[in-house]
């Protein structure tokens, strides 16, 4: 018994001792005690080495293009925004030079969309395109930069010149989903969904099967679009945006515990750190704290750069997991401002309510009907209100 | 934070648990440097804290190739970072650059990782009324790389982003008007008083028996508060005179002494003043003693404001206010103390206790300090 007690005040003291030493360990600059401690993992292509290598290569248009491609990937499938950085370092004297290099370009204009810098990303489209008219990759970008604008004809044209110039199956995964978009629903998605699908590589279907899902659930078919995500994970699971519309689909449903387990090992990627922050919440788990830390720092830097890139999720943050709705009306208001998906007119619209100003929402709700945008969680929103 | 001494056994998984939570989970976000500037006059006390796997790409730290980064491995680069930092990061006032002076390397835990943090000291040219900061770092690595600067500098706070299309940034410090010279210079005086301790035990050793008077060896209550308020006046105003005087000389560079000297001295003009109290030899003049050392505090005084530096166009009006500064918070201590002491002038612990003791007390307390300042 004396043992026992002793050990409870043990544990105690250890407790205490250990937060009173934990508190500055974290909050405060301090020398190491061991050499031997790490301070960072550093993850492929991220070394001074690799830098050094890359010096090395910078007259080489072949080994530039392989290494931007390689940086594009690392980020989309990291979230990781250093590697923007990497690939605009090796594109950057292709970029600079007076006549255009469309293979640079292009790859500039994809850093520049995942950035979120849309009007630079399609001057630089324009650019290549003028040198090499031919380039389906560049109408492909330039299609998906239109579309996150809210520019659907524009994009539909930009589909149509991809097509005279790529892949039939391709062309019609891009221009269906604009016509989901675009008031045509439900016939893109039976055209899409009825479409064979043999022949096709991983990436294809993988793509396939996210614009399907993501067409399902503006549909209001939740169960047919949670197989579509599934689907599209098991072919791709580095690809984090259908990863997070999945993670939607289980937030709306409650299913929180699925969050948790669909997202564990992925918090280095900010949009999916935001999803598990929610289900977090609801649980009152205890890493809830936590994610919600990384989360205000990362929007705090991204604010001090004056950067956007975030910018959707900071609303829902601010949103879902702060509880200012005021604060998150003000963001959503500003994302509206550069990109209109679905998801940046529904924050906006969540956040109009939330914050008791419905009129705010009125430019996102404008642009459904006059462009013909159907999605039944906006009207669930707006049935809401009345 | 310091080495934590002898760590007990049970403290241990604590440990390793904190520096787990502060190693996983990290959330990716772009590339930032964090740089704090604090302005005082000519001098820019900083810090700048640069991600581990920045400084990896910036000039590689994973000497034995393992994909890691130890502190071990930092260490032994640290030369390099310098070198690297120096090249990249350049501060410059109106009449040039300032020299870099770095301090220990540590570690911060940011909640996206480990980050460098890099103390340093810059020592510009003349008092700065503008700051340029040139900031190059892994501008060929990574052009996305930015570098948040929190800037203070007169009592105000400024952000700003660095790095990018903007690699040489001038900030205004707000031009020191006469007014915000005045007001900066009157709280440091203020503060140097109160901060600097000697001066007041000098004082306080003078103004202790002003509530006495001697009478045939002994110590005696003074009957009225008139004397003591002579007394006291008396004191304040030689040593204030006095400090004023060495002050502006030394502050207009008519003259200087070694600071070790003035320091030692100053202690030194503790003990005399302090011993007075317990063997009397001075009893009614002394304010002769708070004159002849307070030319020599003026020095001390002085010491400061040469650290900190007179900003151009309002050397005067500074030096009066670091002048005015010192006497108020003199008074100030002055008007806290001498009513008690007025007030208990009369017992027996004061007499036989209070002033002899703690004039015994002052006298070991500066006894130390001159050691220290003469030998140190």
């Known amino acids: 018994m004396r043992e026992l007690r002793h050990a409870v005040a043990e544990w105690l003291l250890a407790m205490t001792m250990g937060g009173a030493l934990c508190a500055p360990l974290i909050a405060k600059p301090y020398i190491p005690a061991d050499d ?29 293009v392989l290494l931007a491609q390689f940086y594009i990937e690392q980020a989309r499938a990291s979230g990781d925004l250093r590697y923007l950085g990497y690939a605009e370092a090796v594109l950057a004297p292709w ?60 994009a539909n044209s930009a589909c149509a010149q991809f097509a005279l110039r790529a892949d039939a199956f391709l062309s019609m995964i891009c221009q269906q989903s604009i016509e989901g978009l675009a008031g045509h629903l439900a016939s893109a998605y039976g055209t899409l969904a009825a479409a064979p699908t043999e022949g096709l590589l991983n990436p294809e279907r993988a793509w396939r099967e996210s614009e399907l899902g993501e067409m399902a659930v503006r549909l209001g078919r939740d169960a047919e679009a949670e197989s579509c995500f599934k689907r599209a994970i098991v072919l791709n699971a580095r690809d984090f945006y259908v990863r997070a519309a999945y993670a939607d689909l289980l937030l ?40 919600r830390e990384l989360l205000q720092a990362a929007f705090a830097a991204e604010a001090q750069r004056g950067e956007a890139v975030h910018r959707r999720e900071e609303a829902r943050f601010l949103l879902e997991v702060e509880d200012r709705p005021r604060d998150a009306l003000a963001v959503a208001i500003a994302n509206w401002a550069v990109q209109r998906e679905p998801d940046d007119a529904l924050v906006l619209v969540a956040a109009a309510y939330a914050a008791g100003d419905p009129k705010a929402a009125d430019p996102a709700l404008e642009f459904a009907r006059a462009q013909g945008l159907r999605d039944v969680r906006l009207d669930g929103a707006a049935a809401a209100r009345s | 934070m310091k080495r934590p001494a002898a760590i007990h ?13 502060a190693m996983s989970a990290q959330a990716h976000v772009a590339s930032n440097s964090f740089l704090t500037m604090r302005i005082e006059s000519a001098s820019v006390e900083g810090s700048v804290e640069l991600a581990v796997r920045d400084a990896e790409i910036a000039v590689g730290l994973d000497s034995n190739h393992d994909g890691q980064v130890s502190w071990g491995e930092v260490r032994a680069a640290q030369a390099a970072l310098l070198v690297y930092l120096r090249q990249h990061l350049q501060l410059a006032g109106a009449d040039g650059g300032c020299a870099l002076r770095f301090g220990e390397l ?54 700003a982003v660095l790095g990018g299309a903007k690699q040489n940034q001038r900030f205004d410090l707000g031009h020191p008007s006469p007014w915000n010279a005045f007001a900066e210079y009157f709280e440091v005086g203020v503060w140097h008083i109160w901060s600097g301790i000697d001066h007041l035990l000098f004082l306080l050793s003078l103004l202790l028996p002003a509530v006495l008077v001697r009478r045939t060896q002994r110590w005696q209550a003074v009957p009225r508060a008139a004397p003591a308020i002579i007394n006291i ?46 063997f009397p030899l001075v009893t009614e003049a002394r304010w002769r003693i708070a004159f002849a050392f307070g030319l020599l505090h003026g020095f001390g005084f002085a010491a400061v404001l040469s650290d900190m530096g007179l900003p151009r166009g309002a050397r005067l009006i500074s030096l009066v206010a670091f002048n005015l500064g010192v006497e108020a918070g003199q008074l100030a201590v002055v008007l806290a103390i001498m009513p008690v002491v007025y007030a208990l002038r009369a017992s027996r612990l004061y007499q036989r206790a209070l002033m002899p003791w703690g004039s015994t007390a002052i006298a070991s307390l500066a006894l130390v300090w001159f050691v220290q300042r003469a030998i140190g």
């Open chain 1, 95 to 154: 970029v600079a030079k007076p006549t255009p290099v469309p293979a640079a370009l292009v790859l500039q204009a994809t850093v520049q969309q995942s950035r979120h810098e849309f009007a630079a990303a399609l001057a630089t489209l324009d650019r290549s395109l003028v040198a090499r008219p031919n380039d389906a990759q560049a109408w492909l970008t330039r299609a998906t930069v239109l579309r996150v604008l809210g520019r659907y004809r524009e």
């Open chain 2, 9 to 21: 056994r049970w403290w241990l998984p604590v440990l390793a648990l904190c520096v787990g939570a």
């Open chain 2, 106 to 159: 540590q570690i911060n835990a940011r909640v996206d990782g480990n980050y460098l943090w890099q103390a340093f000291t810059a020592q510009c040219p003349s008092p700065l009324e503008q700051l340029s900061i040139d900031y190059r770092l892994l501008d060929a690595e990574d052009p996305s790389h930015r570098g948040l600067l929190t800037l203070i500098a007169r009592g105000s706070t400024q952000s």
């Open chain 2, 233 to 278: 006046l008396k004191v304040v105003t030689a040593f204030t005179l006095a400090h004023s005087i060495t002050l502006s000389l030394a502050a207009f560079d008519i003259i200087r002494l070694p600071s070790r000297l003035t320091e030692s001295v100053i202690a030194a003009s503790i003990i005399v003043g302090a011993l007075n109290n317990v």
């Open chain 1, 252 to 291: 709306r449903q409650l299913r929180y515990r699925e969050v948790l387990a669909l997202l564990d090992g992925q918090q280095s990627i900010e949009p999916l750190l935001l999803r598990l922050a929610i289900a977090q919440k609801q649980l009152n788990d205890p890493n809830f704290a936590h994610s």
């Open chain 1, 36 to 64: 031997a401690q790490i301070l960072a993992q550093l993850p492929a292509g991220a070394r001074h080495a690799d830098v050094t290598a890359r010096r090395m290569a910078v007259d080489r248009l072949d080994v530039t």
